[in-house]
T-cell receptor
Framework: GNSVTQMEGPVTLSEEAFLTINCTYTATGYPSLFWYVQYPGEGLQLLLKATKADDKGSNKGFEATYRKETTSFHLEKGSVQVSDSAVYFCALSDPGSSNTGKLIFGQGTTLQVKP | GAVVSQHPSWVICKSGTSVKIECRSLDFQATTMFWYRQFPKQSLMLMATSNEGSKATYEQGVEKDKFLINHASLTLSTLTVTSAHPEDSSFYIC?????????????FGSGTRLTVV
């Protein structure tokens, strides 16, 4: 079945450090891939997405490239800020699935950025 | 952009009572909405898929009679936790699809923190 695996957290970084959060997936068909961010006490916000192999999603300085050969969608940011502290979720949806529209989430990675 | 409003944002109820959570798409029609449950420091678990005008599709292990879902219009889905117990305490989040799901057309509500005492 389809699944998403993220690196375990928490990830603790100093401000302006480089961030990588690893995400790998297992899926049938050709899934779309997403990164969502959840700030404390809030719902999820779409951070970026990629719908096909080699696509690069980007937003607010974050980037992730859809790598079909390694089934990965790692999240990166060159210089993190304290305000980036949140929980990050990698997710996939499989348009070919009979359960059309379901999102499958990774376990989430908590990022803590210290001043 | 697409906005999903979820209400209430938090609720405290006594054991044995029922609680209704609303999920509204404010500026688009959502034929499909999803209800998730999130335990502390854990990922989101899909509970059910709600389709306008038809019965919800529940994930394996989710009690249909306990978590009643109604999607009576293209802009409103409700989740009712019936005969709530402390173990039902959790963070519930809804999402709605706008357009083709594979193009990131998901919009999430801000979530409801349910505490059963």
């Amino acid at each position: 079945g389809n699944s998403v695996t993220q690196m375990e957290g928490p990830v603790t970084l100093s401000e302006e450090a480089f961030l990588t959060i690893n995400c790998t997936y297992t899926a049938t068909g050709y899934p779309s891939l997403f990164w969502y961010v959840q700030y404390p006490g809030e719902g999820l916000q779409l951070l970026l997405k990629a719908t096909k192999a080699d696509d690069k999603g980007s937003n607010k300085g974050f980037e992730a490239t859809y790598r079909k050969e390694t089934t990965s969608f790692h999240l990166e940011k060159g210089s993190v800020q304290v305000s980036d502290s949140a929980v990050y979720f990698c997710a996939l949806s499989d348009p070919g699935s009979s359960n059309t529209g379901k999102l499958i989430f990774g376990q989430g990675t908590t990022l803590q950025v210290k001043p | 952009g697409a906005v999903v409003s979820q209400h209430p944002s938090w609720v405290i109820c006594k054991s044995g009572t029922s609680v209704k959570i609303e999920c509204r798409s404010l500026d688009f029609q959502a034929t499909t909405m999803f209800w998730y449950r999130q335990f502390p420091k854990q990922s989101l678990m899909l509970m059910a898929t709600s389709n306008e005008g038809s019965k919800a599709t529940y994930e394996q292990g989710v009690e249909k009679d306990k978590f009643l879902i109604n999607h009576a219009s293209l802009t409103l889905s409700t989740l009712t936790v019936t005969s709530a117990h402390p173990e039902d305490s959790s963070f519930y989040i809804c999402s709605a699809i706008r357009g083709a799901h594979s193009f990131g057309g998901y919009t999430f509500g801000s979530g409801t923190r349910l505490t059963v005492v």
